[in-house]
């Protein structure tokens, strides 16, 4: 009888490739250890075959080996539903992971965990390529949204049970991206660059939780070097993971970042995915004739491969659950619930939400109904649902704010207008219309190579320019760089238009070599008397000239840096335009330049509608066409959001701000005079009625910041060692363990909204600390307070408890949370909550020692309702 389960088991199995069926193996026999299974199979299988398995298959697969009958098990990006590019078909669109962290509700993200597996299951999808644990260093992080916030017990205390479920649900998570990938800005190139100390506290917890605490199975590495050598073949920080921790699974490369076959083999990489050019036959063959490296080095990442698949139990059974229906009624509830629990009231003034049954409801804005815009739901341009680069779901159906609106307040009347499009500049880079000197259609185009001398020309060149633009006349100006470049100029054209992502050498043109400039020179003939506005987005220095007058200047900046001028022009006259772009190979290279008439950025009819309703929703922030893996993304608003707020203003003081990003966003220019705010992020399929039934008051808002919003990116801890030096392709960690509010408290910072804050409906009080210590020695505390509903709705209150250790050997955070509890109260309900704390709790990794240290003396407890709003705290010796 077990044989013949474990052929149906086998004969299921390779129905999922149609590969033919075979005769059963122990390796197969699901009676057996997984130790005596792996045992048999590696022995079974031929070294070409083995080497064959630690290079992925077709981009999202293991390789299969047919001979043994055993498929090629799937995979699917992750951390907001099925993803990898729509290749699995459609799926639950969930909000970000920063909106789950948001919730800070671990049952919520156990359940998401759960139903995850149910959709993997559902597709017969074995891998999931989530979730990510990558630490919110700075709000231009342009992948936040798949993280979990700037605090590393947050982010652990979230991940390890959805972890666990995904896992309990036969699928294998992957954690990712290990480690020091916190940035996206140069990420296949930049070095991070930190202290053990701030590694050891902020950076790796996260993956320590889920390897220790979670027995995850599989882990990614990130695209970048750590400390000057790439994460796919670094030793410390392999070592970390595999010796230390005692991690068994399987570590994968990022998607084609495996640099070499005998460091990477050696240095503990198990599976290069998302490129076969190491990992391969001619590659290792070789190295184990010559005896650099062993064939037993290649059994153990076939161990550490198979391992888990065999436990996880792909060897014993179909991994497509027919039972589980694809478009899954349960998966939208839950998307739904997650949205409600995830979107943050920042603002409230004098209690305009909930609204008060309105007649009429203006919703404006670039993020309130992107879909009907582009009538594209599936492409990234302006999906809010979530954001754009590998996370992005193809989804059954998206609820827009507007559709959300419109089904909550079935009785009002609804106006809509878009007010300014986040496409706005896209289209400009697309139609803008220039000629030459000599009146062809186009800009003269010339590239230039920068010698390899780390690029000097290219800053004298900049240089020279900037200083002849200030001394002399602009012909001259012109004349100057021409002459200086001319020697190394490689290619000349006339092109239509600048509107350039270049993953790689422009044109193809190999000869710009290392670092590279671009010169275009071009006219703009003017039909209106207005001011003309011109536009530039870059990723790489740039410098723009009008009639010879330098009028920006983004040279010093290599990440993507956004900006806009305007010049009076008069109709039939034309504004001479150069622009000259330098390129430290970052990738990709991106140069777009377009303009528009002022007179044309109409906000009037946004006006006119916001005008005569009681109230404004007014939908702002980013989406998936600017917030993406590959870079960065402004902390400010793009163009025309603050000015599209201060319009509405004018004409109705009762606008509501819905923010959709994936973190802080600025908004000093007008959170002082809008009446409340509500943080979004990208909330899913589901995302507007949750939207909805927050303005309602069906539902009480309950989510808290799993980051920190400042008030403006130059406050940031990390402002100043972000993207800001490139030219040795290194990313200093200098704020180091002062990162996010321990930044912000360290450097004495107000932020604009700190971290755990976030309003409800009803207030709360905190009332009767007792801290009990357990075992002085331990460091085992208890640590008990009750939590009363003073207000007169339902909600949930996210409780916090911080530990701060006044006196210290080396310095320490002001304070550090160490213990959160989401409590759901009805009115006047109390409940007490207790929190344990450990000597882990009180300790740091000492930069000296090199070594956790936990040292006695006096700590103080405090609770509160964030960061900031400490109700209560005692000071206990250990
Ligand atoms: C991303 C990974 C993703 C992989 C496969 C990479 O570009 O960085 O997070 O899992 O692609 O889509």
Excluded at 141 to 152: C, L, S, T
Excluded at 331 to 338: C, D, F, G
Excluded at 690 to 699: D, P, R
Excluded at 859 to 873: N, P
């Amino acid at each position: 009888m077990r044989h013949i389960l474990v052929l149906l088991g086998v004969c299921m199995i390779l129905s999922v490739r149609g590969a033919e069926a075979q005769p059963s193996y122990p390796f197969q026999d699901s009676t057996l250890t997984v130790e005596a299974r792996l045992n048999d199979l590696v022995e079974r299988m031929t070294l070409e075959e083995k080497i064959d398995l630690l290079a992925g298959y077709e981009d999202f697969y293991l390789h299969p080996c047919e001979r043994l009958g055993i498929p090629a098990f799937k995979m699917a990006d992750g951390p907001l539903g099925v993803s990898s590019w729509g290749i699995w078909g459609r799926a639950t669109a969930f909000p970000a992971a920063l909106a789950l962290a948001a919730s800070w509700d671990k049952e919520l993200a156990e359940k998401t965990g759960r139903m995850y597996a149910q959709e993997w299951r559902a597709r017969g999808i074995h891998f999931m390529l989530a979730p990510g644990a990558n630490i919110y260093r700075a709000s231009k992080g342009a992948r936040n949204f798949e993280y979990f916030g700037e605090d590393p017990y947050l982010s652990s205390e979230m991940l390890v049970p959805f972890v666990k479920a995904v896992q309990a649900g036969g699928v294998i998570p992957t954690i990712k991206h290990y480690i020091g990938n916190d940035q996206e800005f140069d990420r296949y190139t930049v070095s991070t660059e930190m202290d053990e100390r701030t590694l050891r506290e902020i950076y790796l917890p996260p993956f320590k939780a889920a390897v220790q605490r979670a027995d995850i199975k599989a882990v990614m590495t990130g695209y970048n070097p750590f400390q000057g050598t790439y994460c796919t073949e670094n030793s410390f920080v392999i070592d970390i993971l595999k010796k230390e921790w005692g991690f068994k699974g399987m570590l994968m490369s990022d998607w084609a970042c495996t640099y070499s076959a005998d460091k990477a083999a050696k240095n503990g990489l198990d599976l290069e995915m998302g490129s076969n050019d190491w990992f391969v036959r001619e590659k290792l063959l070789p190295l184990i004739q010559d005896g650099t490296i062993t064939e037993e080095l290649i059994n153990e990442k076939v161990r550490r491969i198979y391992g888990p698949c065999i436990e996880m139990g792909f060897f014993d059974r179909p991994q497509l659950c027919k039972d589980i229906p694809l478009f899954n009624p349960d998966a939208n509830r839950l998307a739904l619930e997650e949205a409600e629990k995830g979107i943050i009231l920042l603002k409230n003034a004098d209690g305009v939400l909930p609204l008060k049954s309105p007649k009429k409801i203006a919703v404006i804005g670039p993020t309130a109904n992107p879909y009907v815009i582009s009538d594209r739901v599936y492409n990234t341009n302006g999906i809010v649902y979530g954001g754009g680069g590998s996370s992005r779901v193809h989804p059954w159906y998206v609820i827009s704010d507007l559709d959300g609106i419109r089904n909550e307040f079935p009785d009002a009347e609804i106006y809509y207008a878009e007010g300014v499009s986040n496409q706005f500049k896209r289209r400009l880079f697309r139609t803008s219309v220039f000629r030459t000197r000599d009146g062809k259609k186009g800009l003269e185009a010339k590239y230039y190579t920068c010698s390899s001398d780390t690029g000097t020309l290219s800053s004298r060149l900049l240089e020279q320019q900037a200083k002849a633009a200030g001394r002399s006349s602009a012909g001259q100006t012109s004349s100057v760089s021409r002459q200086q470049a001319d020697g190394n100029l490689i290619l000349s054209m006339v092109e239509p238009r600048i509107d350039n992502e270049w993953w790689g050498y422009p044109h193809n043109e190999k000869n710009l070599g290392e670092e590279y400039q671009v010169e275009w020179d071009g006219y703009v003939d003017v039909h209106q008397t207005d001011s003309l506005r011109f536009f530039v987005d870059a990723q790489g220095g740039y410098k723009l000239w009008l009639d010879d007058q330098l009028m920006l200047d983004a040279s010093k900046s290599q990440s993507f840096d956004v900006r806009n001028v305007a010049v009076a022009v008069e109709k039939g006259s034309s504004v001479h335009v150069r622009l000259t772009y330098y390129n430290q190979r970052s990738l990709p290279s991106e140069i777009r330049m377009g303009y528009a008439y002022d007179s044309d950025i109409d906000f009037s009819e946004a006006k006119q509608v916001a005008k005569q309703a009681d109230v404004v929703i007014c939908c702002l922030g980013l989406d998936g066409s600017i917030e993406l893996e590959g870079r960065d993304r402004p902390f400010d608003l793009p163009f025309g959001q603050d000015r599209l707020v201060d319009e509405l203003l004018q004409v109705n003081p009762n606008v509501v701000v819905v923010l959709h990003a994936g973190g802080g966003v600025g908004m000093t220019r007008w959170i002082d005079r809008v009446p409340a705010v509500l943080h979004a992020f990208y909330p899913g399929q589901e995302g507007g009625n949750a939207l909805a039934h927050i303005l309602s008051g069906k539902v009480n808002p309950s989510a808290k910041l799993p980051f920190t919003i400042e008030k403006r990116w130059e406050d940031s801890p990390a402002c100043g060692n972000y993207d800001e030096t490139r030219r040795e392709k290194k990313v200093y960690y200098r704020e180091g363990i002062f990162t996010g509010y321990r930044g912000y408290e360290h450097n004495q910072v107000q932020p604009l909204f700190p971290f755990g804050y976030g309003l409800s409906y009803t207030t709360f009080s905190y009332s009767g600390l007792e801290v009990k210590v357990d075992d002085r020695k331990k460091g085992d505390v208890t640590v008990r307070f009750s939590v009363r509903n003073d207000g007169k709705r339902e909600g949930a209150e996210v409780v916090q408890l911080y530990v701060s250790d006044p006196k210290s050997g080396e310095p320490r955070p002001v304070k550090e949370l160490k213990g959160f509890e989401k409590v759901s109260l009805k009115p006047g309900e109390t409940q007490t909550v207790t929190l344990k704390l450990t000597q882990d709790d009180f300790s740091y990794f000492s930069s000296k020692k090199r070594k956790w240290v936990f040292e006695k003396g006096d700590f103080v407890i405090r609770v509160g309702a964030s960061s900031q709003d400490i109700r209560l705290e005692e000071t206990i010796r250990l």
